[in-house]
């Protein structure tokens, strides 16, 4: 989705020269190499795709610590599936539907980041209504929610029939395939360093870069814009 946004970007832009040389076709990475700490060695993918020497130091410096979201795990954490929530807590609408439940994150499951303790515990969930919005439609259709009481145990909550009703003729899909996932410490990289870059090949190699790295769903870093900023 990020390489669909940076196209988009890239076809707003005024017109450049291309070269008429032939493209340039770079093996794609079979694995993402690791550093000594074992996060995403910035500086070796960079050289991969041949991103200019000049640049590869903007990218390294750009690398923010954050968590990606692993299969696996036996904790609490997952994408998809039902929440867990309190007893006789309501489950979270938006103009009187139900809105859908995408993830959940056990805080105190988060391993150090980047030598810090984890982030404050308790259970973070991820809510969100099917239907295409504008930024400015009332606000609730994009919900995250934090229970932070321990003393009050989280229940499997089965979803309520609602999220798959049809919304302006288009069925939603209710319940998500539930898929247990485990945060591994990351890094990830900022979009922006694309703006500006009037070369081809230049821009591939970024965007190449940007894409392995920025890969798959993460907590905290750069968002991953896809038709403009977040």
Known sequence: MILRWFRRRR???????????????????????????????????ANHYGVPTELVDSLVASARPCFRLERGGEGSSRLGGAPDLPPGAAWPEYEGLPLTFFAQLRLDELPALDGQPALAGGMLQFFWDERYHEPTDVEGWCRVVHHTDASTPLEPRATPPGTRAEVEGWPRDGEYVEVPVRAVPWLSLDPALLEGIEDDSTFDAIAETLSVVNSGHRLLGYANPIQGPP
Not at 30 to 42: F, N, Q, S, T
Request: aromatic share 0%; charged share 30%.
């Open 11 to 45: 076809s707003e832009a005024p017109p450049r020269a291309v070269s008429a040389a032939a493209p340039r076709t770079v093996e794609p990475l079979p694995a993402v190499p690791r550093d000594e700490r074992g996060l995403p060695d910035v500086r070796a993918v």
